[in-house]
């Protein structure tokens, strides 16, 4: 009953879906592509039993190449079908792997639509990253007979109240899993808070400590540096939201005060959003170039990384990392890439999407929390004036990468486990 009504109001706000989609598009014209996948309508994939992974937006989609790339190798003879709700996420997919994997926006839940998608694809088994549950997208699985496993996943105390609320629509869905292959274990006891078998759960940690830094990425890192200025001080303020830039812009102007070489990158979240970042940081009186545009940062204090794609790479052109949705309650981002970089990590307190790798990096002293931008500004000061703590700090938050790799590998024994012949 509980997923007919979900259903019906599925339907009814249906229309607002569409208008929403058409105002993305507005901004970022990728959206106004290819609509006709988010209907259910996609051409047949060339064989039957693809494995299909979803990962909702970039996010989810980095965290899953690695484990997409694992089980290409495990599995050769099988087509492989990556699903994605944003163009961002699309472009990441058709950047790692060309034409080796096929793409496609994932339908709305509705059920005609992913009954449509499903007669056509026609998957051997489905891999959704993180916590993207729909219930008619698992209940036409599981009527096909067609293993789900929930990769990496992770529920928050937030998200878990949230569950609650509509106890008898999730518990039914989440009980269609197949496997659940949690996080960390306060993840995996609110699996179980919710009705989840204990049988189908395990504990395989976060792929996102598997994190590897290839060649050619150390490459344009060490590039970027020698423009940015080798000798300065930097700091990058990572997947920053509006209402966060402005606290970051406030702390860069104290850190200027004690040292006036400093630079600030900021990488705003969403790309429709590079303008309007790039007009603050006018407003705040600081001099900016624009990675877009080429323009050296020579003589700017900051520098606006306004691309997609190349995080993880501006990450090894810092000193220090700021990770953003953690000052506004979005939950935080994910600390663990500038750990890989042996980068000492600061971020507000609102960390609850990575709370167990908070909780970890910050034991280990690798990770400091800041409540403001005045904490934030003497946070990274000290750090610049310290360079043996910087250096030691960045050490830790390597280490505990270092201690907990192993997931990719976990993930994939389990899945070779659950697919259909």
């Not at 702390?251 to 400093?262: D, G, I, M, T, Y």
């Not at 280990?364 to 310290?386: H, K, P, Y």
Request: charged share 25%.
């Amino acid at each position: 009953m509980g997923r007919w009504l979900y259903s019906a109001l599925l339907y009814l706000i249906f229309p607002g879906i569409l208008l929403l989609l058409w105002y993305r598009g507005l901004k970022d014209p990728a959206y106004r592509e290819n609509w006709g996948e988010r209907f259910g309508h996609v051409e047949p994939m060339a064989e039957p039993g693809c494995i299909w992974v979803h990962a909702v937006s970039v996010g989810e989609t980095l965290a899953a190449l690695p484990l997409i790339r694992r089980l290409m190798q495990q599995f050769p003879e099988r087509p492989f079908l990556v699903t994605t709700m944003t163009p961002t996420g699309a472009e990441r997919v058709r950047a790692a792997f060309g034409d080796q994997v096929r793409h496609a926006y994932i339908p709305y839940d509705l059920p005609h639509m992913v009954n449509r998608f499903m007669g056509q694809i026609q998957p051997a088994l489905l891999v959704i990253m993180e916590t993207e549950v729909w219930p008619n997208l698992v209940n036409a699985c599981d009527r096909r007979r067609v293993p789900v496993v929930l990769a990496n996943a992770r529920l928050s105390a937030r998200s878990s109240r949230g569950y609650r609320r509509v106890l008898p629509l999730v518990r039914p869905v989440f009980r269609q899993l197949t496997w659940i292959a949690a996080q960390a274990s306060p993840d995996a006891d609110r699996f179980r808070a919710l009705g989840v078998d204990p049988e189908r759960l395990s504990i395989t940690g976060s792929i996102k400590y598997d994190v590897a830094i290839g060649r050619e990425t150390r490459e344009s890192a060490a590039r970027l540096r020698e423009k940015l200025g080798r000798d300065r001080p930097v700091w990058i303020a990572a997947s920053t939201h509006e209402g966060e830039e402005e606290a970051v812009l406030r702390a860069h102007r104290k850190v200027l005060q004690e040292h006036p070489e400093a630079l600030l990158i900021v990488v705003p979240r969403h790309l429709e959003r590079f303008q309007s970042v790039a007009r603050l940081i006018t407003e705040a009186g600081l001099k900016h170039a624009r990675r877009s545009r080429g323009e050296s940062a020579r003589g700017c204090s900051v520098y606006l990384a306004d691309t997609m794609g190349e995080l993880l790479m501006l990450f090894g052109s810092s000193d220090v990392a700021f990770v953003g949705g953690s000052l506004i309650e979005r939950g935080g981002h994910n600390p663990l890439e500038p750990a890989a970089w042996s980068l000492p990590v600061v971020m507000g307190p609102q960390v609850f999407n990575f709370s167990s790798v908070c909780e970890r990096l910050e034991r280990q002293g690798g990770l400091s929390f800041v409540q403001d931008a005045a904490e934030l500004a003497a946070e990274i000061s000290r750090l610049f004036s310290d360079p043996d703590e910087c250096s030691a700090r960045g050490e830790n938050a390597r280490a505990v990468i270092a201690a907990n790799r192993g997931a990719v590998d976990r993930l994939a024994k389990g899945i070779a486990q659950v697919i259909s012949p």
